[in-house]
């Protein structure tokens, strides 16, 4: 008995050890650097973006292989039946003798032939050009729009980041604020019982510590959901628990003006360059478009080789030439496809002017919303000072009957949620300007993008 009992202490001691380490495995200290790296790499939304890039790259590649001469070769070998031949017309008399003499018809039941062909195209109307040039704006639009694809998944995942940051923030506040009210509660509850307290003053210290107790539940909530969220978003397993490493947070960079963002959204900003880069492909197809009217001309040759046994053998028979095409249909069908392709092309064009009023309008916007924060960051902090001291003095009084057990808690919930403004306005001041980072097209990994050139 005593050895069993030694064996289960020492299978519950590497089960308890076992399970502190599954759980120390799932704690993750991360900086905001490491997050968006992370994020990158497990977006789906980046990997859809970056297969797209490849199917414009492979269009390049295909627009670019027109170019190439076509080689075709083809083979067939055919079984024949003994037709029935009755001649109308009367054979001359040699043929006659030489069928009295046996010759007569060769029996053929089978036959073999191949051919190889090749065609290189001389000139196309231009279209193969076009399509070149077409491609290759195309496929920078494509780089573009991964760009801006990869810009809002950093911003996704700097909102993913800021929001845990700010649960945990608040679940810690919280629950300094619980430990003075659970202490509060204690001194009240034995100064009730010597007769030195109201009943009442007791009960109000108690609510108080109910209402905290209470926002801790909704905080830790908070927190567990902005968790998973950003676990999610980073490809980690569910339930990790994620330290946020917020070093850097309080620096906020100078805003500069409004004018000189603009001005960098307006050279950065992907999309606009996506745009602009569309904007030349239709242009170049309305000239491939155009180029219907021309005819084609290429340079053909090709190979032939056929054996019929007993009849004819078919050996080094080759051709080369020039082969001319021209569809005259097109004279009156090419027409409406020009009119599509200067209409695609208005509708970029006039996207330019859209997307151009879009830019300023965002831009504007971040930029006064990161000025706004960090203007609350500065009178958040003034709050935390006025309400430290509010409290230092609230306390005083009290311990001196000079105030209200009202006053007392007044006096607490204005410090801790003075705190919590504060810690959250630090967070928001840093999204803001990330924003503003994306809405000028200069968002990278975590790093500060100048505001200014001076």
Same mark, same amino acid.
């Given at each position: 008995?005593?050895?069993?009992?030694?064996? $289960?202490?020492?299978?519950?001691?590497?089960?308890?050890?076992?399970?502190?380490?599954?759980?120390?495995?799932?704690?993750?200290?991360?900086?905001?650097?490491?997050?968006?790296?992370?994020?990158?790499?497990?977006?789906?939304?980046?990997?859809?973006?970056?297969?797209?890039?490849?199917?414009?790259?492979?269009?390049?590649?295909?627009?670019?292989?027109?170019?190439? /001469?076509?080689?075709?070769? +083809?083979?067939? %070998?055919?079984?024949?039946?003994? /037709?029935?031949?009755?001649?109308?017309?009367?054979?001359?008399?040699?043929?006659?003798?030489?069928?009295?003499?046996?010759?007569?018809? /060769?029996? $053929?039941?089978?036959?073999?032939?191949?051919?190889?062909?090749?065609?290189?195209?001389? &000139?196309?109307? &231009?279209?193969?050009? %076009?399509?070149?040039?077409?491609? !290759?704006?195309?496929?920078?639009?494509?780089? &573009?729009?991964?760009?801006?694809?990869?810009?809002?998944?950093?911003?996704?995942?700097?909102?993913?980041?800021?929001?845990?940051?700010?649960?945990?923030?608040?679940?810690?506040?919280? !629950?300094?604020?619980?430990?003075?009210?659970?202490?509060?509660?204690?001194?009240?509850?034995?100064?009730?019982?010597?007769?030195?307290?109201?009943?009442?003053?007791?009960?109000?210290?108690?609510?108080?510590?109910?209402? $905290?107790?209470?926002?801790?539940?909704?905080?830790?909530?908070?927190?567990?959901?902005?968790?998973?969220?950003?676990?999610?978003?980073?490809?980690?397993?569910?339930?990790?628990?994620?330290?946020?490493?917020?070093?850097?947070?309080?620096?906020?960079?100078?805003?500069? *003006? $409004?004018?000189?963002?603009?001005?960098?959204?307006?050279?950065?900003?992907?999309?606009?360059?996506?745009?602009?880069?569309?904007?030349?492909?239709?242009?170049?197809?309305?000239?491939?478009?155009?180029?219907?009217?021309? /005819?084609?001309?290429?340079?053909?040759?090709?190979?032939?080789?056929?054996?019929?046994?007993?009849?004819?053998?078919?050996?080094?028979?080759?051709?080369?030439?020039?082969?001319?095409?021209?569809?005259?249909? *097109?004279?009156?069908?090419?027409? +409406?496809?020009?009119?599509?392709?200067?209409?695609?092309?208005?509708?970029?064009?006039?996207?330019?002017?859209?997307?151009?009023?879009?830019?300023?309008?965002?831009?504007?916007?971040? %930029?006064?919303?990161?000025?706004?924060?960090?203007?609350?960051?500065?009178?958040?902090?003034?709050?935390?000072?006025?309400?430290?001291?509010?409290?230092?003095?609230?306390?005083?009084?009290?311990?001196?009957?000079?105030?209200?057990?009202?006053?007392?808690?007044?006096?607490?919930?204005?410090?801790?949620?003075?705190?919590?403004?504060?810690? &959250? +306005?630090?967070?928001?001041?840093?999204?803001? %300007?990330?924003?503003?980072?994306?809405?000028?097209?200069?968002?990278?990994?975590?790093?500060?993008?100048?505001?200014?050139?001076?």
């Amino acid at each position: 008995m005593k050895h069993k009992h030694k064996l $289960v202490m020492a299978m519950a001691t590497a089960m308890a050890a076992g399970t502190l380490s599954a759980g120390a495995q799932q704690v993750k200290k991360l900086t905001l650097t490491e997050a968006i790296e992370m994020g990158l790499k497990s977006s789906g939304r980046m990997q859809i973006a970056t297969a797209k890039t490849a199917e414009a790259h492979a269009n390049l590649r295909e627009a670019n292989e027109r170019r190439l /001469p076509d080689l075709k070769a +083809s083979g067939s %070998y055919l079984r024949l039946n003994t /037709p029935d031949v009755n001649l109308k017309v009367k054979l001359g008399s040699s043929q006659s003798s030489g069928q009295e003499s046996g010759g007569g018809m /060769p029996k $053929v039941d089978q036959l073999t032939y191949g051919m190889v062909t090749a065609t290189l195209p001389v &000139f196309s109307g &231009f279209r193969i050009k %076009y399509g070149i040039e077409s491609a !290759k704006y195309l496929e920078q639009a494509s780089k &573009f729009d991964a760009e801006t694809d990869r810009q809002e998944v950093i911003e996704t995942t700097i909102n993913a980041f800021a929001n845990v940051y700010k649960a945990k923030r608040s679940v810690e506040l919280v !629950k300094e604020n619980l430990q003075r009210e659970e202490a509060r509660v204690k001194d009240f509850t034995n100064l009730e019982k010597n007769g030195l307290m109201a009943r009442n003053d007791l009960l109000k210290v108690q609510l108080q510590k109910s209402n $905290v107790e209470l926002a801790l539940l909704e905080a830790e909530s908070n927190l567990k959901i902005a968790a998973m969220n950003l676990a999610l978003q980073l490809g980690l397993a569910e339930g990790t628990e994620i330290q946020p490493d917020t070093t850097g947070m309080e620096a906020m960079p100078d805003a500069g *003006s $409004v004018a000189q963002w603009e001005k960098i959204a307006l050279e950065q900003r992907k999309d606009k360059s996506a745009l602009s880069a569309r904007i030349q492909a239709a242009k170049v197809g309305v000239n491939a478009a155009k180029g219907e009217y021309w /005819p084609g001309l290429a340079l053909t040759g090709g190979y032939i080789g056929a054996d019929i046994p007993s009849f004819l053998t078919v050996t080094n028979a080759l051709n080369v030439g020039v082969g001319l095409q021209y569809n005259v249909s *097109s004279l009156w069908k090419t027409g +409406s496809k020009v009119e599509a392709a200067k209409a695609r092309l208005h509708q970029a064009e006039a996207m330019e002017g859209i997307i151009s009023d879009q830019v300023r309008l965002e831009v504007t916007h971040a %930029y006064h919303s990161y000025v706004l924060g960090t203007q609350k960051t500065k009178v958040f902090a003034q709050s935390v000072e006025q309400a430290d001291e509010n409290y230092r003095i609230t306390k005083n009084k009290y311990d001196n009957n000079l105030a209200t057990t009202t006053d007392l808690l007044d006096a607490d919930v204005a410090q801790l949620q003075a705190r919590l403004n504060y810690a &959250f +306005s630090k967070a928001d001041a840093m999204v803001a %300007y990330k924003k503003l980072q994306k809405a000028a097209g200069v968002l990278n990994l975590g790093t500060e993008q100048p505001a200014t050139q001076k």
